[in-house]
Nanobody, 128 residues
């Protein structure tokens, strides 16, 4: 599965952005899709994920209440609505695809290693 992410950009603190990520094909093995981010000099970290069939969302603590993840099942697309953005949200955001057949199936959806497909990343810059 190939993933195409879009929607990043430059925004002032307190502003909003919506990221989109579309999978190249529909697959019945999709367990979840998620968003991770990586700031310069830091490790990649979990942001949010949504289970594909049930649509159950999960969030990293620092973004809960500001970010909303959703998916359009028919369009094979996952969205990340980001509100009340802070300079600390500046990072490259990556969407990711996780299969039911992942060898790391027992991992939490927050674990990057459990995702087999990754998008190219989209830059989000929040100015103060």
């Amino acid at each position: 599965v190939q993933l195409q992410a879009s929607g990043g950009g430059l925004v002032q603190a307190g502003g909003s952005l919506r990221l989109s990520c579309t999978a190249s094909k529909r697959t019945g093995s999709t367990f979840a899709m998620g968003w991770f981010r990586q700031a310069p000099g830091k490790e990649r970290e979990f942001v949010a994920a949504v289970t594909w069939r049930a649509g159950v969302p999960y969030y990293e603590d620092n973004v809960g209440g500001r970010f909303t993840i959703s998916r359009d099942y028919d369009k094979n697309t996952v969205y990340l609505q980001m509100n009340s953005l802070k300079p600390t949200d500046t990072a490259v955001y990556y969407c990711a695809w996780r299969s039911y057949t992942s060898v790391y199936n027992s991992d939490s959806v927050s674990k990057a290693r459990s995702y087999a497909g990754w998008g190219q990343g989209t830059q989000v810059t929040v100015s103060s």
